[in-house]
C-alpha cells in the first residue's frame, strides 16, 4: 500500500485527479472504477479543468460507478447518476454511452444486480476510486458484507443514512436501500485509489490501513490488493502515527 499525506483537501484533490489524469493518458480508452460523495468533487473539477485546456480527453474512457440508491434514477436531484453528470460526464468529452451505473429505479432490483455484475466483469477496471465511509465501508458496502460479495442490494446503516442527509432536505428522504458493486467485484480492478480527508475518517483510515483484514472494517480488504494508493489529507492521516 503506497500512502500518501497531502496537506489539505485541494492538495488531495489535486493529488487524486492527477493520479486519474495519468492513467487516461497512458491508455485513453481506459476504464474507470467511479465514487460518488463529498471526497472525489474537488479531483473531478480538476479532470473536467484539464479536459477543457484540452490537456485530457475521455472520448474513448468507460467509466463504471459503485453504487446508487435504490428508488433514485437521472430525473432525481440526489441520484447517483445526477450526481456524476453534474459533477463530471457534462464537463468532459465523455460519451454518456460510456458511463455505467446500477439502475436504481429498476423493477426487478436482483436482475439488475446480476446485469450490473456482469457488465462490470466483462470489462478490466484500470482504476477503481473509492472514498470511505466512517464506518470503513467502501461503496456501499457496510460492516460485515462477505468479502466475496459481488452486485447486491444493501440496507443502509443508520450512520451512513445520516452522513448522507446533508446533501438531502430532510433525513427521511434518504433511501433506506442501495445496489452496491461486491467487495470482490472492487478488488478486481488492477488498481485501486483510496482518498479520504477529514477528521471524521481518521479511525475508519487507521482501521483499514493498520488494523486487522476483517469484515468488520470492510476497506481493510484493500491490504489484500497488490497495487493500492491511498492519498490523505493530514486529518484523516492524523491516527496512522
Ligand atoms: C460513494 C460511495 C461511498 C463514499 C463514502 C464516503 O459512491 O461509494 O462509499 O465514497 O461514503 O463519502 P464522502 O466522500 O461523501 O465522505
Known amino acids: 500500500m503506497k500512502i500518501i499525506i497531502e496537506k489539505n483537501y485541494e492538495k488531495v484533490s489535486c493529488a487524486a485527479a492527477e493520479f486519474l489524469a495519468e492513467t487516461v493518458k497512458k491508455n485513453p480508452f481506459a476504464v474507470l472504477g467511479l465514487a460518488t460523495g ?3 468533487v474537488g479531483a473531478y473539477k480538476r479532470l473536467a479543468e484539464a479536459c477543457k485546456r484540452g490537456e485530457l480527453s475521455f472520448k474513448n474512457v468507460k467509466t463504471f460507478n459503485l453504487d446508487e440508491y435504490v428508488g433514485l ?5 440526489q441520484s447517483y447518476v445526477t450526481f456524476m453528470r453534474e459533477n463530471l460526464f457534462s464537463k468532459v468529452d465523455i460519451d454518456l454511452n460510456n458511463t ?3 439502475d436504481g429505479k429498476a423493477k426487478d432490483l436482483d436482475a439488475e444486480c446480476k446485469r450490473y455484475s456482469a457488465l462490470i466483469g466483462s470489462l478490466t477496471r484500470d482504476v477503481q476510486l473509492l472514498g470511505l465511509g466512517r464506518n470503513g465501508h467502501i461503496g456501499f458496502n457496510e460492516p460485515y458484507t462477505p468479502f466475496d460479495s459481488v452486485t447486491h442490494v444493501v440496507e443502509l446503516t443508520a450512520d451512513t443514512v445520516q452522513a448522507n442527509s446533508r446533501l438531502f432536505d430532510d433525513i ?3 433511501p433506506r436501500k442501495a445496489v452496491t458493486m461486491g467487495i470482490a467485484e472492487i478488488m ?3 488498481r485501486i485509489l483510496l482518498v479520504a480527508t477529514g477528521k ?3 479511525h475508519a483510515v487507521r482501521a483499514a490501513v493498520k488494523g486487522e483484514i476483517t469484515p468488520a472494517v470492510p476497506a481493510s480488504v484493500l491490504q489484500n490488493h497488490a497495487d493500492v494508493t491511498v492519498i490523505l489529507d493530514e486529518e484523516a492521516a492524523s491516527e496512522l502515527h
Open 73 to 77: 434514477g437521472e430525473c432525481d436531484a
Open 200 to 202: 471524521d475518517k481518521a
Open 38 to 40: 463529498s471526497t472525489p
Open 100 to 102: 455505467f451505473l446500477p
Open 188 to 190: 478486481k480492478a488492477k
Open 172 to 174: 427521511a428522504q434518504v
